[in-house]
């Protein structure tokens, strides 16, 4: 008789799978960005310095965080291909749990989850998600997890769970969840406590990636090179000027380079917030969850400011979803939730 497989929730977006699951009653989530590029890796000079050399059918890939050579994952059909498994599998080595038989609850963007026009499962989509994560892969000299099952959920609603089910929502309350991710902005209408998805939006062009792109290519301009990792923690910690100058060869061009950075979060703000009035122009309550939240939530206060404080940033908003469906799939009770750990940079979200 087999041994039950473990239950790991997986936001597995386009630029960092968020990896969720629980241990000895402790929620546990990790944070693994995604950067790969084709060919090997030579070994490690340093002891302890681990290499991950992949290989898919006959195609050869290493992890490689900081190779301006890194292949672009901002894209829709990062979903159904190679580099999605690879960024799953990697990711799974990251919990420093043992490889073993597993099911994955993953995601997809709601408008690749739903049909747009009757808001009903696509199945089709569905079906090539969870086959994609069941093919065949190793790791060179090292075991990957094997991946018996896949459950797929949709991105962004779920995050908003434990928030619906906490705030006192009657029948009728409509919730809008706004899920600002690396390459698409989701967006979805709850009613209740989740009792229906009224209404679905998605936008493919819109998402994190128009900041990160802006700063790759300021970071070129100023002979600095990057892979999309590290033009990602520049956003993220570009108010931390010992990192920003760790990171720009030129630093004559700091000020324009941050500049450049802070206008796209701008556009980026203002394009998300048009687009939300358009879709749900006077819900009841708005939760912003996935990576790209803290960077738009001003805007979407200013746009719903009769509000007020319905206008929700979900605590630790990127890795909110792996969260919520860990809860939502595990039979196990949680008597402690551990801060989500953002890997290669080693802190706490």
């Known amino acids: 008789m087999n041994a039950p497989s473990m239950n790991i929730a997986i936001d597995d977006g386009s630029s960092n ?3 969720s699951w629980i241990e000895n009653g402790v929620l546990k989530t990790i944070v693994s960005p995604n950067s790969f590029r084709k060919d090997w890796k030579s070994a490690a000079l340093l002891n302890g310095q681990k290499v991950y050399n992949y ?11 900081t190779s301006d050579k ?25 919990t420093g749990l043992t490889p073993c038989p597993v099911k994955v609850i993953a995601t997809l963007p709601i408008t690749e989850y739903y049909r747009p026009d009757d808001c009903q499962k ?17 790791l060179n000299k090292g075991e990957l997890f094997q991946i018996v099952d896949v459950e797929v959920m949709p991105e962004g609603l779920p995050a908003a769970l434990s928030h619906l089910i906490s705030s006192n929502c009657n029948e009728f309350t409509k919730s809008l969840v706004i899920d600002c991710g690396g390459t698409t902005l989701d967006m979805g209408i709850i009613v209740g406590e989740f009792d229906e998805v009224s209404a679905i939006y998605g936008n493919k062009e819109i998402g994190v990636s128009m900041v990160t792109d802006a700063a790759r290519k300021a970071l070129a301009a100023a002979d600095s090179d990057s892979s999309y990792l590290v033009a990602n923690e520049l956003i993220k910690r570009r108010h931390d000027m010992d990192f920003v100058q760790s990171v720009i060869n030129d ?20 394009q998300v917030a048009y687009e939300a009035k358009k879709f749900a122009k006077n819900p009841n309550r708005v939760y ?12 979407i206060r200013e ?9 929700v940033l979900i605590d630790n908003a990127q890795t909110a979803l ?16 551990d801060k989500p750990v953002m890997l290669e940079v080693g802190e706490h979200e």
Not at 123 to 131: D, H, L, P, S
């Open 17 to 19: 799978v968020k990896v």
């Open 322 to 337: 792996s969260r919520e469906m860990c809860l939502y799939h595990s039979s196990e009770s949680v008597t402690e939730v």
């Open 55 to 65: 290989s898919i059918g006959t195609t050869k890939y290493t992890y490689d965080a």
């Open 251 to 270: 630093e004559s061009r700091i000020a324009e380079i941050l500049e450049k950075i802070e206008t796209k979060i701008r556009e980026l703000g203002e």
């Open 70 to 94: 890194a292949l672009s994952t901002t894209h829709i059909e990062f979903q159904y291909g190679d580099l999605n498994l690879l960024a799953v599998h990697h990711a799974l080595l990251q």
């Open 122 to 138: 696509d199945e089709a989509k569905i079906e090539a998600k969870r086959q994609n994560l069941m093919r065949e892969s190793s």
């Open 303 to 311: 746009a719903y400011a009769v509000l007020g404080d319905r206008v």
């Open 288 to 299: 912003l969850v996935g990576g790209g939240a803290v960077l738009i939530a001003d805007a």
